[in-house]
C-alpha cells in the first residue's frame, strides 16, 4: 500500500507513473518468484468457485502476474475455453479471442501485446490485470480504457482483479471516475484483498 504523502487523484498519469516505477524495481528483486507462485495458489480456488465456461486471461508486461502460468488443470474438472484480448488502436476498442494453453501467443495486437488469431469469443470470467487498486474493488489501468471499455460492454461478466499488495491504493490516493468499471474481487500474492 502506498503510504507516503498522499498524490492527488488527477493527474492519474503521475500516480500510474509512480506505480509502474515502484512494480518495476519490486519485479526485478528476489521476492517475484515466490510472489507469482503465491498469487496461482490464490487464484485457483477463487477460479475453481466462479466455474467460468470460457477464461480471459491476459499477456503479462511490465511486471504484472504472468496469468499464462495458470493451467487447465488449475480449475479441477472444469475444462473450459481460454481466451486472450487482442486491442485495436482505431477504433479504439478490445475483443477476444479463443487461444489453446498450450499453443503460442504468436500474433501481436495494436498495442504490440502478444496475442492469437482465434476466433473472437466473449468469456463469462476475465482476468484483469492493474497498475493500482483499492478496496472499493477498483482498479487503475494504462489509462487507453481498452478494459473499462469492454467491461461496460459485457456487464454480465465476472471481473477478477489480479495485482501485487504493493499496489493497493488508499481511498485518499485515488478516486475512480465515472467510466470506470468496478471489479467483482481482487487477487493479490496474499490472497483476496477485496471482495470474494
Same mark, same amino acid.
Given at each position: 500500500? !502506498?503510504? *507516503?504523502?498522499? %498524490?492527488?487523484? *488527477?493527474?492519474?498519469?503521475?500516480?500510474?507513473?509512480?506505480?509502474?516505477?515502484?512494480?518495476? #524495481?519490486? $519485479? /526485478?528483486?528476489?521476492?517475484?518468484?515466490?510472489? *507469482?507462485?503465491?498469487?496461482?495458489?490464490?487464484?485457483?480456488?477463487? %477460479?475453481? /468457485?466462479?466455474?467460468?465456461?470460457? %477464461? =480471459?486471461?491476459?499477456?503479462? !508486461?511490465?511486471? *504484472?502476474?504472468?496469468?499464462?502460468? %495458470?493451467?487447465?488443470?488449475?480449475?479441477?474438472?472444469?475444462?473450459? /475455453?481460454?481466451?486472450?484480448?487482442?486491442? /485495436?488502436?482505431?477504433?479504439?476498442?478490445?475483443?477476444?479471442?479463443?487461444?489453446?494453453?498450450?499453443?503460442?501467443?504468436?500474433?501481436?495486437?495494436?498495442?504490440? !501485446?502478444? &496475442?492469437?488469431?482465434?476466433?473472437? @469469443?466473449?468469456?463469462?470470467? @476475465?482476468?484483469?490485470?492493474?497498475? =493500482?487498486?483499492?478496496?472499493?474493488?477498483?482498479?487503475?489501468?494504462?489509462? $487507453?480504457?481498452?478494459?473499462?471499455?469492454?467491461?461496460?460492454?459485457?456487464?454480465?461478466?465476472?471481473?477478477?482483479?489480479?495485482?501485487?499488495?504493493? &499496489?493497493?491504493? #488508499? #481511498?485518499?490516493?485515488?478516486?475512480?471516475?465515472?467510466?470506470?468499471?468496478?471489479?467483482?474481487?481482487?487477487?493479490?500474492?496474499?490472497? @483476496?484483498?477485496?471482495?470474494?
Amino acid at each position: 500500500m !502506498i503510504t *507516503e504523502t498522499p %498524490l492527488p487523484a *488527477e493527474p492519474r498519469g503521475r500516480l500510474r507513473h509512480h506505480l509502474l516505477a515502484q512494480r518495476d #524495481a519490486w $519485479a /526485478q528483486g528476489p521476492d517475484f518468484a515466490a510472489a *507469482e507462485a503465491a498469487l496461482v495458489a490464490h487464484l485457483k480456488p477463487v %477460479l475453481r /468457485q466462479l466455474e467460468p465456461q470460457c %477464461l =480471459g486471461l491476459y499477456w503479462p !508486461i511490465r511486471g *504484472e502476474f504472468n496469468a499464462p502460468l %495458470l493451467r487447465q488443470g488449475d480449475l479441477g474438472a472444469n475444462q473450459c /475455453q481460454w481466451a486472450l484480448p487482442f486491442a /485495436q488502436r482505431t477504433p479504439l476498442q478490445m475483443h477476444y479471442r479463443a487461444w489453446a494453453s498450450d499453443a503460442a501467443a504468436d500474433r501481436r495486437d495494436e498495442c504490440n !501485446i502478444p &496475442s492469437v488469431d482465434g476466433p473472437p @469469443v466473449v468469456p463469462d470470467v @476475465v482476468l484483469v490485470p492493474c497498475v =493500482g487498486f483499492t478496496r472499493s474493488g477498483h482498479r487503475l489501468g494504462y489509462g $487507453a480504457g481498452y478494459f473499462d471499455r469492454w467491461l461496460g460492454a459485457h456487464p454480465q461478466v465476472t471481473a477478477v482483479g489480479v495485482a501485487w499488495s504493493l &499496489s493497493e491504493l #488508499a #481511498a485518499s490516493d485515488w478516486q475512480p471516475a465515472a467510466h470506470d468499471q468496478p471489479l467483482m474481487l481482487v487477487v493479490t500474492e496474499h490472497g @483476496v484483498a477485496f471482495g470474494g
